[in-house]
């Protein structure tokens, strides 16, 4: 009896630290991209490495809100929304475009 109760104690855990890890890495998956996230961007605009302003700004706030990209620590808020399209904006997009969870035909990024 006392060998069957510590066989589903381990199973029991076994199972609560497995659904654990399955969670922490469901949560870790890119988010599907709604098409209406765009809605704020000019898509008449061609935006590049290097380009900034408020349209950069924008693109930077889906990537972050939508998509959860790593943006680095820059800006007023420091969560990396900051105008700028530099290295980490470029990778968060090109990262997004891998698992084809975006299309901006309009967002050219340089390599």
Known sequence: MLKNKN??????????????AINKWLKSMPKPINSDAFEGLDLDMVLSKGSNGSEVS???RIL???YGADLG???VEKDGIDGDFGEMTEK???DAKKVKQI???QIITQK
């Open 73 to 75: 620590f820059t800006g």
């Open 64 to 66: 972050l809100n939508q």
């Open 58 to 60: 924008e693109l930077q």
């Open 7 to 20: 066989t589903l104690l381990i199973a029991g855990v076994v199972v609560l630290v497995g659904g654990f």
């Open 103 to 105: 299309s901006l035909k």
């Open 92 to 94: 968060a997009l090109l």
